[in-house]
């Protein structure tokens, strides 16, 4: 009698757990201060968070009664994409839910059962896009990647290419008190900037070379899938 009386956890609805979400964010608003760091330029040029230079400013706090105004307001500005998506997603739980989907898919996994040589030669032209998009962006990731490289290589001799571009900009920028010549703070810099030019060139070069021959499936790649809105 004891077990039937116990109550089960039941999860909340989605809406309940985002609106908590949402309101409990409201409140922190409201409690805890605000503030800011000042960011500072380091030496490659990158603005960065310097850690010692907080100050506090007025708070902005969110009043809850707009919550819905911001609700309304996001659903106008975005109301074609989310029909878009309404009316494709039902239309894809109805064929699904007719079973059409699942009698296709099986015909389909039927026909080509034990026949993969006929299946290859079908969805390679589809996915060669794909293929070649997700290539050229995995290319770029490892040109452009130079940090491991930086943390796990002891040797100089076994540098990649992007490691040692990076060590030629670094030595050539001109530090702050360094040079006290204006002459020669102008000169170090012009140097600076001409390196900077030359190494863009080079690290680009590769890209360059390859884009022509990955750009007739870069846009067919990036879109296939995509939701136009």
């Known amino acids: 009698m004891a077990e039937k009386n ?3 956890f039941k999860m909340p609805h989605t809406f309940v757990i985002m609106m908590v979400i949402i309101l409990f964010a409201t409140l922190l608003t409201w409690i805890i201060p605000a503030g800011q760091y000042v960011r500072v330029e380091n030496a490659d040029g990158v603005k960065v968070v310097d850690p010692n230079q907080f100050s506090f ?3 902005c706090p969110v009043n809850p ?3 819905p105004l911001y609700i309304v307001n996001s659903m106008c500005k975005r109301v074609d994409l989310m029909l878009v998506i309404i009316f494709s997603g039902g239309a894809f739980d ?3 839910k007719s079973g059409a989907l699942h009698s296709a898919v099986a015909r389909v996994a039927k026909v080509f059962q034990n026949r993969l040589y006929i299946f290859i030669p079908i969805m390679l032209p589809v996915c ?3 293929i070649a998009v997700l290539a050229l962006w ?4 490892m040109w452009n990647s130079y940090f491991d490289a930086m943390i796990y290589l002891n040797d100089a001799n076994l540098q990649p290419l992007q490691l040692v571009l990076r060590s030629i ?3 050539n920028t001109p530090q702050p008190g360094m040079i006290a010549d204006i002459q020669s703070t102008a000169e170090m810099a012009k140097i600076a900037e001409q390196l900077k030019y030359a190494t863009i060139v080079v690290s680009s070069l590769p890209l360059l070379v390859m884009y022509p021959f990955f750009q007739k499936y870069f846009d067919k ?6 939701v136009k809105g």
């Open 138 to 141: 995995s290319f770029v990731g």
């Open 57 to 59: 400013i007025d708070r």
């Open 221 to 226: 790649g990036i879109m296939v899938g995509s």
């Open 94 to 96: 109805l064929i699904s």
């Open 65 to 67: 009664l707009l919550i």
């Open 169 to 171: 900009l670094v030595q």
């Open 128 to 130: 060669k896009p794909i």
């Open 6 to 8: 116990k109550k089960t």
